[in-house]
């Protein structure tokens, strides 16, 4: 089976743009979830949708906001970025059957 | 506040040697333990994972030892390689938050040949 894919992988913006990264899961897979990786704050997680709806959300402000598709695949967005957003934005799917998660390559993003 | 900590930091450890790295929890509600491998530029990557109702689980040269009473499980990393040279999280899933890692902040690990 194919990996779980992750697009754009690099993207620079400014402050106060949007942003929107998309994750498609490994075949089969309906919970996708999303981490933000900095250096100083390590894996944080932002929420997790099992299908299409939205089963755990962390404590993220409102501006980062997502959503997941009926094939599964999902997106996350982005709005007002700060400079503070930069970072390797990761995906992860799993069966729900099982714990074990599998992990995207990440979106590294630069607010500049 | 960190729900999973990790310890230490940084490792430095000899080809061959031991490598080994600790983590401790809180929440009495976690049920699964997974370690993941990250390299520079990639996702992590799971290595190995324990539940709470045994002791140790070995695969390879990779071990975690799990110690239920203390809430702390740790991973042993034996024959150490320099391919091993990576950044390791040690994770905690409760079942009441399916879906949801809570990770260590990772110890970046470097083997000397």
């Known amino acids: 089976k194919a990996g779980v894919t992750q697009t754009p992988r690099y993207l620079i913006k400014t402050r106060g743009q949007q942003v929107t990264l998309s994750c498609s899961p490994i075949?089969?897979?309906?919970?996708v979830s999303w981490y933000q990786q900095t250096p100083g704050q390590g894996l944080q997680f932002l929420f997790e949708?099992?299908?299409?709806?939205?089963?755990n959300k962390g404590n993220f402000p409102g501006r980062f906001s997502g959503r997941q598709f009926s094939n599964s695949r999902s997106e996350m967005n982005v709005s007002t970025l700060e400079l503070g957003d930069s970072a390797l934005y990761l995906c992860?799917?799993?069966?729900?059957?099982?714990?074990?998660?599998?992990f995207g390559p990440g979106t590294r993003l630069t607010v500049l | 506040q960190q729900q999973v900590k990790q310890s230490p930091q940084s490792l430095i450890v000899q080809k061959g040697g031991i490598s080994i790295i600790n983590c401790a929890y809180e929440?009495?509600?976690?049920?699964?333990f997974p370690w993941y491998q990250q390299f520079p530029g990639k996702g992590p990557a799971l290595l190995i994972a324990?539940?709470?109702?045994?002791s140790e689980k070995k695969e390879g040269r990779f071990t975690i030892s799990f110690n239920k009473s203390a809430k702390q499980f740790s991973l042993h990393i034996m024959d150490s390689q320099p391919g091993d040279s990576a950044t390791y999280f040690c994770?905690?899933?409760?079942?009441?938050?399916?879906?949801?890692?809570?990770f260590g902040r990772g110890t970046q690990l470097t083997v000397w040949p």
């Open positions: 994770a905690a899933v409760s079942r009441s938050t399916l879906g949801r890692l809570y």
């Open positions: 992860a799917s799993n069966e729900d059957r099982y714990n074990e998660q599998f």
């Open positions: 324990i539940r709470p109702d045994v």
């Open positions: 075949s089969g897979h309906r919970s």
């Open positions: 929440n009495t509600a976690f049920d699964y």
């Open positions: 949708y099992f299908s299409e709806t939205q089963r």
